[in-house]
């Protein structure tokens, strides 16, 4: 038989290779010595790096339950604070709530006031004119009264004034009428004769001040001894006999002489003892205090109802009460004292003044507005 050629093997790979290197050779006894030696070293120094991990991890465990410790603390107290804030906001949220509610409540009442004043408003801007023309009416009305009953003239242009500026505030050419009647009247008031009864009042007022000072015909007096006079004449009558020569007068005329100054002395003092007056009204000279008290009240009376009568434009009663106190004053009290003179020409004054004014009525306004009025 032929044999086969011999062909080469197949190289083994690598890994192969190495593996199928020979093991080298094991370490001599000297080696392992040498190596066993530092291990205890290792150990130890290994069981003092484990020991001082161990203490830094129980001091970083201790020093993080520290601060949990302090953290939780800290957590509470600041739930606690957080708890009693939130008791206190939902606290104030219900006051908040409540105070909404009432607000609420009193803004529905608003408007519910509102509406109605609103409506109100509306009915009385309808009937404006006529509310205005109304309480012109009324104004006009009384203010005629007072110049017909009291003869307030002043009273009556205020009345009219107002009454026209009440009607210029509006635009309406219907009222132009009512202003030109209230024009004319006021025109017409203005146009009256003027009475001073603010000073005829005074006058009055001064008489009655004065009636308790008037001397009275029972409150008569005598008069004083004239001793002055009597002693003039006698210094006279002696200063005349001096003057004369001592030889001239003879012994008839010295008698005569003091006879005639002794008879003066003596007709001077009777004519101090007894008096004569001529009275119309004997009884005047007999009053007593009490009743010379009731005379003075009863003249002041007189006087207070003159004046009320001025001022009421009671002419009649007015003249009356004038001429009763004026002949009070003449029967009572004595006429010739300078102030019972003063006072009687007061009182003639007084009753001098004319009462008798016609005053004019505002019935031309008054008609022209309830013209208006009744045309509406």
């Known amino acids: 038989m032929n044999e086969l050629p011999n062909t080469p093997e197949p190289l083994p790979p690598a890994s192969v290779v190495e593996q199928q290197a020979p093991p080298r050779p094991a370490p001599g006894p000297g080696l392992l010595q040498t190596m066993q030696r530092p291990l205890p070293l290792a150990v130890a120094i290994l069981t003092v790096l484990l020991a001082?991990?161990?203490?830094?991890?129980?001091?970083?465990?201790?020093?993080?339950?520290?601060?949990?410790?302090?953290?939780?603390?800290?957590?509470?107290?600041?739930?606690?604070?957080?708890?009693?804030?939130?008791?206190?906001v939902a606290d104030t949220a219900k006051e908040l709530q409540i105070k909404v509610g009432v607000l609420e409540s009193r803004q529905s009442e608003a408007q519910t006031q509102t509406l109605a004043l609103e409506q109100l408003y509306q009915d009385l801007s309808k009937n404006r004119d006529e509310w205005a023309l109304t309480e012109i009416e009324q104004v006009l009305t009384t203010a005629s009264q007072q110049l017909q009953l009291a003869g307030n003239v002043e009273g009556a242009l205020i009345a009219l004034q107002n009454a026209d500026r009440s009607l210029s505030r509006s635009d309406k050419p219907q009222f132009l009428n009512i202003r030109r009647a209230i024009g004319a009247d006021i025109e017409r008031l203005r146009a009256m004769p003027a009475l001073d009864l603010a000073g005829v009042a005074l006058r009055l007022d001064g008489v009655i001040g004065h009636v308790d000072t008037l001397p009275m015909l029972s409150d008569e007096k005598p008069l004083l001894p004239a001793a002055p006079v009597r002693g003039s004449r006698k210094q006279a009558g002696d200063r005349a006999a001096s003057d004369a020569p001592a030889e001239t007068l003879t012994l008839v005329q010295r008698v005569t002489q003091t006879w005639r100054n002794w008879s003066q002395e003596m007709w001077d003092d009777v004519r101090q003892l007894v008096r004569v007056r001529s009275v119309d009204t004997p009884e005047a000279l007999m009053l007593s205090p009490s009743e010379a008290f009731f005379v003075r009240e009863n003249l002041k009376l007189?006087?207070?109802?003159?004046?009320?009568?001025?001022?009421?434009?009671?002419?009649?009663?007015?003249?009356?009460?004038?001429?009763?106190?004026?002949?009070?004053m003449l029967k009572y009290f004595d006429t010739r004292s300078r102030v019972t003179q003063s006072a009687q020409s007061a009182l003639r004054q007084v009753q001098a003044n004319n009462l008798t004014i016609e005053m004019p009525t505002l019935s031309e306004s008054l008609n022209a507005v309830r013209n208006y009025k009744a045309k509406d």
């Open 52 to 88: 001082l991990q161990a203490w830094s991890s129980h001091s970083r465990i201790n020093s993080l339950r520290r601060d949990m410790a302090q953290s939780l603390q800290k957590g509470n107290a600041v739930n606690a604070s957080t708890a009693a804030l939130a008791r206190d």
């Open 302 to 328: 007189r006087l207070l109802n003159a004046r009320l009568a001025l001022l009421s434009r009671n002419e009649a009663a007015f003249h009356r009460d004038l001429a009763s106190a004026q002949d009070i």
